[in-house]
């Protein structure tokens, strides 16, 4: 069982081998959410199916306190999961074009809902394609439902409150996961105010990637997060972006790097943003 990253190799070995794999292409685009859909159709691996950030991933339907892209409830993905062909046990390769952005978001929701064997491609398409990969195009093709059921989560939150009542603690230290200028509130081009959490620390997502897309290699990971950290303890840590998306890449990036399994905030700089009394910062 694979539960953290997979390499196009042992991914090839799997699919050749007949093991039972379900390939989960993620690939989403936040300024054209169309184009994630029209990304896959054009190519994707063989056997794989789409998953939208919007339609699967996220429950547009929660006010504006919850964020951008509020989790559904546990029992509702669950139930999407297995309407999508999931069955227990059935190792997830989840995928995108994007550098582990969005299919993260699937590899921690999967954790979430109790499904340990998910591992994300390094690399993504672009190494598939690297290492001459077949390719399919067109509609993912139709798969029988699965057995899917609920598990104990393997992947802790925090919300709003949690995180206010735990501001200013030593034993909490907040990673946020968007470029600097965002972070600084020196623009803001999706959420109603600039700024981040008071206290918080910044580690663009992308900062977690080697030139060709792939994540850097564990001990370069660790170095880096200690050296972030300053000596404050990893356990401690609540990752969080604009809305819970994009702080996933550092979360998998702790784990990877040997520094245990940390929270996530899912409802983000979108959700804090939109609640009234909490604190904001700038600069």
Not at 149 to 177: E, F, H, K, Y
Not at 271 to 279: D, K, L, M, Y
Request: net charge neutral; charged share 20%; glycine share 12%.
């Amino acid at each position: 069982m694979l539960n953290l990253l997979i390499q196009v190799r042992e991914l090839r070995a799997l699919l050749d081998a007949g093991a039972p794999v379900l390939v989960m292409d993620c690939s989403f685009d936040l300024m054209n959410p169309a184009a994630g859909r029209a990304q896959f159709e054009a190519e994707h691996l063989p056997g794989a199916i789409y998953v939208d950030l919007d339609h699967d991933l996220s429950d547009k339907g929660r006010p504006a306190s919850e964020g951008r892209h509020p989790l559904p409830s546990r029992e509702r993905f669950a139930a999407r999961l297995a309407e999508l062909g999931l069955n227990p046990g059935v190792q997830v390769v989840a995928m995108d074009r994007q550098g582990l952005n969005y299919c993260g978001r699937l590899w921690w929701m999967l954790r979430w809902c109790g499904h340990e064997a998910v591992a994300v491609l390094d690399g993504g398409l672009a190494a598939w394609k690297a290492a001459g990969g077949a390719l399919d195009s067109g509609p993912a093709q139709a798969r029988p439902a699965g057995g899917f059921r609920l598990g104990p989560s393997l992947a802790p939150t925090v919300d709003t409150a949690g995180l206010q009542a735990r501001l200013g603690r030593a034993d909490t230290t907040v990673i946020d996961a968007r470029a600097g200028a965002r972070f600084r509130g020196e623009v803001e081009p999706l959420d109603p105010v600039a700024g981040h959490v008071p206290g918080a620390l910044n580690r663009p997502f992308g900062e977690n990637l080697q030139a060709d897309g792939r994540l850097k290699p564990a001990d370069q990971l660790r170095r880096e997060f200690d050296a972030l950290l300053g000596g404050r303890d990893p356990a401690g840590v609540v990752h969080q972006c604009g809305s819970g998306v994009s702080a996933v890449p550092n979360l998998l990036a702790m784990a990877v790097a040997g520094l245990g399994t940390t929270t996530l905030y899912p409802g983000s700089w979108s959700a804090w943003c939109n609640t009234e009394g909490t604190p904001r910062a700038r600069g």
